[in-house]
């Protein structure tokens, strides 16, 4: 049985850039980086989300279970946990 390879290793780690790899590891890191602004990003627009349902429907209380099966996030109560 044959192993099958990543399609993009050989383009991202070519043998000439041995022993390095400057240009493989350099966009793992830029690729990594731009993972990690999204993840921020996505975190402050939940919070940004939670803080303005807080302001209209108030804080929910501890018990509270909201409908997210008929209304999904749009429930009321619904907060995105952090």
Not at 6 to 13: D, F, I, P, R, T
Not at 27 to 46: E, H, K, R
Request: with cysteine.
């Amino acid at each position: 049985m044959q192993l099958t390879r990543s399609v993009a290793s050989g383009y991202l780690y070519p043998k000439t850039d041995s022993p390095l790899y400057t240009q493989g590891n350099a966009i793992c890191t830029a690729l990594s980086a731009w993972g990690l602004l999204l993840t921020f990003a996505y975190q402050v627009l939940c919070a940004r989300t939670n803080r303005n349902r807080d302001l209209k429907e108030g804080k929910p209380a501890g018990d509270h279970r909201p409908d997210t099966q008929a209304h999904a996030d749009d429930a009321y109560g619904f907060r995105y946990q952090l």
